[in-house]
């Protein structure tokens, strides 16, 4: 149990371009998904929050109006890089809280790349 | 705020050696502490949890026991293997609070 999943698991894009990734928790309800970005060789990064039916909650220095965060869903979150650039170039994990057991279950990732 | 320091790496072992990573913690009142394990290329496991004072976390042969008194949560296996050779990161969740924080992970790999 406690799987999450994240789509898609690679992605080249060019500059300029926008690019949606999307959480899901596969087996439990999620009101609290994260979405996190770790560079190579280093921890993660908390970027936001995300409540399902409200507005997330960005970490200070992340820029909301360039990563959407949606969470439409008690299963589905979705953060979209608009106007993606080089410098966003990283891997983007998200996590779902299980709040039966108050533990965070992650996703696999995804590496995303602009050129 | 809450942090969590962990022993710096790389760290590398002979397989059947016995591992510990060092975890120490800052924070109020009576957080939950967890280590997570990332394989190449991967997002992260959850290995262990404990949730108060002297509980002690296990999973595939490692241990770590909630150290209040030392504010502490090393993490321990008595003989690695080959396949353990990951990143562990120790984390902690703050009481009442949904946020996770990590501390810098810990590289380690195991030679056969």
């Known amino acids: 149990g406690a799987v999450v999943s994240q789509h898609p698991s690679w992605v080249i894009c060019k500059s300029g371009t926008s690019v949606k990734i999307e959480c899901r928790s596969l087996?439990?309800?999620?009101?609290?998904m994260f979405w996190y970005r770790q560079f190579p060789k280093q921890s993660l990064m908390l970027m936001a929050t995300s409540n399902e039916g409200s507005k997330a909650t960005y970490e200070q220095g992340v820029e909301k109006d360039k990563f959407l965060i949606n969470h439409a869903s008690l299963t589905l979150s979705t953060l979209t890089v608009t106007s993606a650039h080089p410098e966003d170039s990283s891997f983007y994990i998200c996590?779902?809280?299980?709040?039966?057991?108050?533990?965070?279950?992650f996703g696999p990732g995804t590496r995303l790349l602009v050129l | 705020g809450n942090s969590v320091t962990q022993m710096e790496g790389p760290v590398t072992l002979s397989e059947e050696a016995f591992l510990t990573i060092n975890c120490t913690y800052t924070?109020?009142?009576?957080?939950?502490l967890f280590w997570y394990v990332q394989y190449p290329g991967e997002g992260l496991q959850l290995l262990l949890k404990?949730?108060?004072?002297?509980d002690k976390g296990s999973n595939k042969g490692f241990e770590a026991t909630y150290r209040k008194e030392t504010t502490s949560f090393h993490l321990e296996k008595g003989s690695v293997q080959v396949s353990d050779s990951a990143v562990y990161f120790c984390?902690?969740?703050?009481?009442?609070?949904?946020?996770?924080?990590f501390g810098q992970g810990t590289r380690l790999t195991i030679n056969p």
């Open positions: 087996d439990f309800q999620a009101t609290t």
């Open positions: 996590s779902a809280r299980d709040t039966g057991v108050e533990t965070q279950y």
């Open positions: 404990a949730t108060k004072a002297d």
């Open positions: 984390a902690l969740s703050g009481q009442g609070a949904q946020k996770l924080v």
């Open positions: 924070a109020t009142g009576y957080p939950s």
